[in-house]
């Protein structure tokens, strides 16, 4: 086997699922850019309702990192207290399971179709032009997921690389691997879907994929570090609570990885199907440990004489 040429067949292939992902995110938001902002602001007024809006939106643009960063820029605008950010990053981490329900039905060959019939819809004058362009990436993130599945293949033929990935199950070794590989490609959707995958070729158990997507809930944070550089100071401490609140539930979790797998895998016989289930379970777990106590946090972070004096409502 040619590790090299594997190795840049799945690279290519996970650059066009991020892509496919990237449009698909920015031609949502294109269509609702200053809906989405007057939501948020409007609708984050308590924690659960701020919850609810950032799993909602999370999971119609297949991106946490971009509720995230949106969610940074209106707390530096003033839009968004400190406080009820918080609520909306814990929503956004329930949202971004969206995709590992989407990848783990695998709807092969779905992804053609929707680039087709995309194409011809961005031809359209008007709105329908951005519409049909938000329908084309949605079908390029499946055509790609295909794509993806069928470069993995080699995979399970391979001895060394199969023992080599067979260490994830290790729950540390695993959430270091999601961490990096996640900070890295700014994209823990991607990570999923790739897990996914791997599950369901056989490469690697549920219990490794978990101890994956665990770390990448902190990976995933440093879109919104990035984001944050130079904003106002409660900006600032928007994206921190967001890494503090997923490295707390990353910390809870990580030891029971292993009872995690074994309950997912109780729920359903389809590798993929489970995986999607932990997931969901892992990130409402850390909301329903985590929501009660963002006024405290908030409190805990945001000094007195900080220049978001109504950070702490909500």
């Known amino acids: 086997m040619q590790y090299f040429d594997l190795a840049i067949a799945i690279l290519a292939t996970v ?8 449009g698909f995110s920015a031609e949502l938001q294109e269509l609702g850019r ?4 007057s939501v948020l602001g409007r609708l984050t007024s308590n924690r659960y309702s701020g919850f609810l809006l950032g799993a ?12 995230t960063a949106i969610t940074v820029a209106l707390v530096d605008s003033g839009a968004i207290t400190f406080a009820n950010s918080l609520a909306v990053l814990l929503g956004a981490n329930v949202g971004t399971t969206a995709t590992a329900w989407l990848v783990s039905f695998e709807l092969t060959g779905i992804g053609a179709f929707f680039i087709v019939v995309g194409a011809l819809a961005g031809v359209l004058p008007g709105p329908l032009r951005t519409f049909g362009k938000a329908i084309f990436y949605f079908g390029f993130i499946f055509f790609a997921l295909d794509l993806l599945s069928d470069a ?7 001895p060394a690389l199969t023992a080599l990935l067979a260490k994830t199950s290790n729950p540390m070794i695993g959430a270091l691997s999601g961490m990096v590989l996640t900070a890295l490609v700014q994209s823990s959707s991607a990570i999923t ?14 219990q490794a994929a978990m101890a994956i997507i665990i770390g990448s809930n902190v990976g995933t944070t440093v879109t919104g570090l990035l984001g944050s550089i130079g904003a ?4 600032q401490r928007t994206a921190q609570a ?22 997912a895998e109780s729920v359903s016989d389809d590798p993929g199907i489970a995986v999607a289930v932990g997931h969901l379970v892992f990130n409402a777990g850390v909301a329903i440990v985590m929501l009660p106590l963002t006024k405290h946090l908030a409190r805990l972070l945001m000094p ?6 109504a950070s702490v409502g909500g």
């Open 15 to 22: 650059i066009l699922f991020i892509y496919g992902l990237q």
């Open 242 to 263: 967001n890494l503090l609140m997923n490295t707390i539930g990353v910390l809870l979790f990580l030891p029971f990885t292993s009872q995690l797998a074994a309950f």
């Open 232 to 235: 106002r100071p409660a900006a």
């Open 34 to 37: 200053d809906r989405m902002r």
């Open 152 to 158: 993995m293949s080699p995979l399970k033929e391979d």
């Open 56 to 67: 909602a939106l999370t999971a119609v643009v297949q991106s946490s990192s971009a509720v």
């Open 304 to 309: 007195d004489d900080a220049d978001d004096p």
């Open 193 to 206: 879907g790739l897990v996914i995958l791997l599950v369901q070729q056989g490469v690697i158990d549920t």
